[in-house]
């Protein structure tokens, strides 16, 4: 272990950090936004679009992220649509994050017994405010652990960036890496730094479960 | 039809030419995932049957384990395996690296599947097992553990879905799985819309028919209960 090394590469991992923070959270904002709406619309009553949009979901959802990443940015510019490295893996992680909140989301809505949706019909409501005055506020309370874990999960994913060529954490290891050729360090203190960022969600998302569990 | 310089056209020669290699990638990822999901099932029991006991180091030595590799990134163990133990003296071919990698990632979300199980096992189930008469031993393996794992089995089948996926990103150290094969092909004709669409097709195909298989398999346990 040579901590002169880690010490000095410290402050470049931290700028990697930054960036891997800001696409996270760019990541989750596009996805949510767009995995709660898809998510809901699975349950419009036209039966047909409520189906297509599962399949949707379950097709891109089969698709290891990376190959989805792939197919974006390799794939992509042979019929004409070039994406530079960052707007590509922005794409397809907000692509995986929307199909992944829409599964979550469908959960959430499943897990509503039945007689709280022939309430708000026999009540003479229409679909839209059912859904968001009866069951989306009641779902909102299942989604959340999922919902935290799979933060979790795309924080981590975010290293897959680093292999078409995006500058965040993972990234910024392999380049002080081929600098220093300290892989193990690097990458160690790299796994740390992820940890440090994941943990704290895991935990939340065990206590927001716990506290489910919990008869209120 | 009038082409302009940039049309593009769907080859699908390039899809039948690079088919056969695909498929034998696709083979190869089943093999792996298969591989990695039967050591780390297995692995994880033992780690989730080291936390039951109260007491000593096994406990917190696991969970520590178990949130490490839950947290980290598996792509930066992958690497930390392959380019980072030779560091310290400790090769690993490509294709135990990423296996190894594959398992002890696994694992940690298995242990943790595993114990959450056990815990779902309501307490009088063991004081009956007790009552008439079985060992400790025997109390855990005739009655806890099978329960257990029935509980667990849905989540255990997510964690295989996903190991498929995530046994992807061994290409990254030169595994030759699906993924692999895929950018291989890609990266000689340039066909990267027709190869990468293809690749993906392959891995809905795997994922659907491993969803339906874990399905049939929950509803008949479900009626042997």
């Known amino acids: 272990m040579s901590a002169r090394i880690v010490l000095e590469s410290l402050p470049y991992l931290l700028r990697g950090t930054l960036v891997t923070v800001g696409l996270s959270l760019a990541v989750i904002a596009l996805g949510t936004a767009a995995g709660l709406t898809l998510g809901v619309l699975r349950f419009v009553p036209w039966r047909g679009v409520g189906r297509g949009i599962g399949w949707a979901v379950e097709l891109v959802r089969a698709v290891p992220l990376l190959l989805l990443m792939f197919f974006i940015f390799f794939g992509l510019p042979a019929i004409g649509v070039g994406l530079p490295t960052l707007p590509a893996a922005v794409l397809a992680m907000s692509l995986w994050m929307m199909v992944n909140t829409a599964e979550v989301v469908r959960g959430g809505i499943q897990s509503i017994p039945t007689g709280q949706v022939e309430a708000a019909r026999s009540l003479g409501l229409g679909w839209v405010p059912m859904m968001r005055h009866v069951i989306v506020p009641q779902a909102v309370r299942r989604m959340i652990p999922p919902f935290v874990g799979l933060c979790t999960i795309l924080i981590k994913d975010t290293s897959l960036a680093a292999i078409?060529?995006?500058?965040?954490?993972t990234r910024a290891a392999q380049e002080t890496i081929e600098r220093t050729l300290r892989s193990f360090e690097i990458y160690t203190v790299t796994a740390a730094i992820y940890f440090v960022i994941c943990f704290p969600l895991t935990r939340l998302a065990q206590r927001a479960e716990a506290r489910l569990a919990r008869p209120s | 039809?009038?082409?302009?310089?940039?049309?593009?056209?769907?080859?699908?020669?390039?899809?039948?030419?690079?088919?056969?290699?695909?498929?034998?990638?696709?083979?190869?990822?089943?093999?792996?995932?298969?591989?990695?999901?039967?050591?780390?099932?297995?692995?994880?029991?033992?780690?989730?049957?080291?936390?039951?006991?109260?007491?000593?180091?096994a406990r917190p030595l696991v969970r520590a384990y178990v949130e490490v590799f839950r947290n980290t990134p598996l792509l930066i163990q992958i690497f930390i395996v392959y380019f980072g133990l030779p560091q310290l003296g400790w090769r690993l071919s490509p294709f135990l690296s990423g296996l190894s990698a594959l398992v002890i990632y696994a694992a940690a979300y298995n242990a943790e599947i595993f114990r959450a199980g056990l815990e779902a096992v309501p307490r009088?189930?063991?004081?009956?097992?007790?009552?008439?008469?079985?060992?400790?031993?025997?109390?855990?393996?005739?009655?806890?553990?099978?329960?257990?794992?029935?509980?667990?089995?849905?989540?255990?089948?997510?964690?295989?879905?996903?190991?498929?996926?995530?046994?992807?990103?061994?290409?990254?150290?030169?595994?030759?799985?699906?993924?692999?094969?895929?950018?291989?092909?890609?990266?000689?004709?340039?066909?990267?819309?027709?190869?990468?669409?293809?690749?993906?097709?392959?891995?809905?195909?795997?994922?659907?028919?491993?969803?339906?298989?874990?399905?049939?398999?929950?509803?008949?346990?479900?009626r042997a209960r």
Do not use: C
């Not at chain 2, 056969?20 to 298969?34: D, E, I, N």
């Open chain 2, 124 to 222: 009088g189930q063991h004081e009956a097992a007790r009552s008439i008469g079985l060992s400790e031993l025997g109390a855990q393996r005739f009655v806890i553990v099978p329960q257990a794992i029935r509980i667990a089995f849905p989540a255990l089948g997510n964690n295989l879905v996903s190991l498929v996926k995530n046994s992807s990103l061994v290409s990254t150290i030169g595994m030759v799985e699906l993924m692999f094969v895929a950018n291989d092909i890609a990266f000689n004709n340039f066909r990267t819309f027709e190869i990468y669409g293809a690749a993906a097709l392959l891995y809905v195909l795997l994922v659907l028919a491993l969803t339906r298989a874990l399905h049939l398999a929950e509803r008949r346990m479900a």
């Open chain 2, 1 to 57: 039809m009038t082409a302009g310089p940039t049309a593009y056209s769907f080859a699908w020669s390039a899809v039948w030419r690079g088919l056969p290699y695909l498929l034998q990638g696709a083979a190869f990822t089943v093999f792996v995932s298969a591989l990695a999901m039967v050591v780390a099932v297995a692995l994880g029991l033992v780690l989730a049957a080291l936390t039951e006991v109260r007491g000593g180091v």
């Open chain 1, 164 to 169: 078409i060529g995006v500058f965040e954490l």
